[in-house]
């Protein structure tokens, strides 16, 4: 069966580094997101990709943050500088289509601790 | 803003017995979606059962049964005869319907659901 597949699943970082999280989605899934989960609290949307270009992303993608699709398989999310508190596993998804019921394919997240 | 509460952290259950997960959400939208997803240890978030707002009938999946009761923006989620299997974290997720705002999920902080053998 089709999956999302992240890697790194844990990686480490030292506060101020660049971190890249990697994201292969279903290969005929056309929208892509990133979410994250910080330790204890709710999922929270970070942003959704279609078309090579940010459809829609919420108050925590701030400057530090980017997405793209470099080479039309995978969906990298890249922090640029780190700070503690982006700690958190970050998830990925894909979806066929963005209408409301379509369901969303989750990867397994990557586990960022930042120290 | 929507919002999702799940006032449950942590849930038990006996092996083949029924559990109820509860869900409650905010939200101005008539038309919207609403989901259950799984998270075992493997963190793989897998979708369980949706519900459409605007069907009356409530959703069900072989042993997974929700009772949606949109007057009062409550949606439980019902596993009836568990299994060792279905100890997870579960979400609470709402999902607006297309064209009436965002496509991201909202999601709950979660419901730890324990199996006892």
């Known amino acids: 069966e089709p999956e999302v597949t992240q890697t790194p699943s844990h990686q480490v970082t030292q506060m101020g580094q660049e971190v890249i999280l990697r994201c292969v989605p279903i290969s005929n899934h056309l929208y892509f997101y990133w979410y994250r989960q910080i330790l204890g609290q709710k999922v929270e949307f970070l942003v959704s990709?279609?078309?090579?270009?940010?459809?829609?992303k919420s108050e925590i993608f701030d400057d530090q943050f980017s997405v793209e699709r470099p080479d039309g398989s995978n969906f990298t999310l890249k922090i640029r500088s780190t700070k503690l508190e982006d700690s958190a596993m970050y998830f990925c998804?894909?979806?066929?289509?963005?209408?409301?019921?379509?369901?969303?394919?989750f990867g397994q997240g990557t586990r960022l601790t930042v120290v | 803003a929507q919002t999702v509460t799940q006032s449950q952290p942590e849930m038990s259950v006996q092996e083949a017995e029924t559990v109820t997960l509860s869900c409650t959400y905010d939200?101005?939208?008539?038309?919207?979606?609403l989901f259950w997803y799984k998270q075992p240890p493997s963190r793989q978030m897998i979708l369980v059962i949706r519900q459409e707002a605007y069907k009356q009938q409530n959703a069900t999946e072989n042993r997974f049964s929700v009772n949606f009761q949109k007057a009062a923006k409550s949606f439980s989620l019902k596993i009836s005869d568990s299994q060792l299997g279905d100890a997870a974290m579960y979400f609470c997720a709402y999902r607006a319907y297309s064209g009436a705002g965002s496509y991201q999920l909202t999601f709950g902080k979660g419901t730890k659901l324990s199996v006892i053998p």
């Open positions: 998804a894909s979806s066929v289509s963005r209408t409301a019921n379509t369901e969303a394919f």
């Open positions: 990709f279609y078309n090579n270009e940010i459809s829609e």
């Open positions: 939200t101005s939208e008539s038309d919207y979606y």
